[in-house]
T-cell receptor, first 109, second 112 residues
Framework: RKEVEQDPGPFNVPEGATVAFNCTYS??????FFWYRQDCRKEPKLLMS???SGNEDGRFTAQLNRASQYISLLIRDSKLSDSATYLC??????????FGTGTRLQVFP | DVKVTQSSRYLVKRTGEKVFLECVQD?????MFWYRQDPGLGLRLIYF???????EKGDIPEGYSVSREKKERFSLILESASTNQTSMYLC???????????FGPGTRLTVT
């Protein structure tokens, strides 16, 4: 079993739609959780951290379910510029991070 | 704003050549990391460093070495490049005790 698993997609959604991605992780001792965004042929960029209480940043909402060991990202009112690959990231030992292989989102007009 | 820079965006080398990839960060981060990213495999950790002159093996260190002589600079060395090392190489850095990492723009290396 992979340490971090994501549906690769692609998720094809129209502008204005709401879309959600899930990610599961295997290490129950993980303490830090993130979503990164990666545009085609560019580096990953930190989108948001994921806290136990959940957190929201504009149109983006992240949730953590420790009991079921999954993380979710909800994007409301999708924009064309949201088209990218979204990486689920969990900490491993100490400051090391484990990256999922990403979920591709394509928003169409 | 965190800035991580890498010496080259694109590099083409021949099999057997020694290759140096340089990474510099300007945020006084303690931790630095080298990854490679391949389609379908995601990011895989090659080496990392928590301090000057310190290095730790990641998940796929074979065929690579690193050097960290100054806090802001972390070099990845391919001792004898091979075609299976054709990949996107990404450098990242983070503050000590903080998990979130910040990435450089990447170097797309092709070994022919």
């Amino acid at each position: 079993r992979k340490e971090v698993e994501q549906d690769p997609g692609p998720f094809n959604v129209p502008e204005g739609a709401t879309v959600a991605f899930n990610c599961t992780y295997s290490n129950s001792a993980s303490q830090s959780f993130f979503w990164y965004r990666q545009d085609c042929r560019k580096e990953p960029k930190l989108l948001m951290s994921v806290y136990s209480s959940g957190n929201e940043d504009g149109r983006f909402t992240a949730q953590l379910n420790r009991a079921s060991q999954y993380i979710s990202l909800l994007i409301r009112d999708s924009k064309l510029s949201d088209s990218a690959t979204y990486l689920c990231v969990v900490n491993g030992n100490t400051d090391k991070l484990i990256f999922g292989t990403g979920t591709r989102l394509q928003v169409f007009p | 704003d965190v800035k991580v820079t890498q010496s080259s965006r694109y590099l083409v080398k021949r099999t057997g050549e020694k290759v140096f990839l340089e990474c510099v960060q300007d945020m006084d981060h303690e931790n630095m990391f080298w990854y490679r990213q391949d389609p379908g495999l995601g990011l895989r950790l090659i080496y990392f460093s928590y301090d000057v002159k310190m290095k730790e093996k990641g998940d796929i260190p074979e065929g690579y070495s690193v050097s960290r002589e100054k806090k802001e600079r972390f070099s990845l060395i391919l001792e004898s490049a091979s075609t299976n090392q054709t990949s996107m190489y990404l450098c990242a850095s983070s503050w000590g005790g903080r998990a979130e990492q910040y990435f450089g723009p990447g170097t797309r290396l092709t070994v022919t």
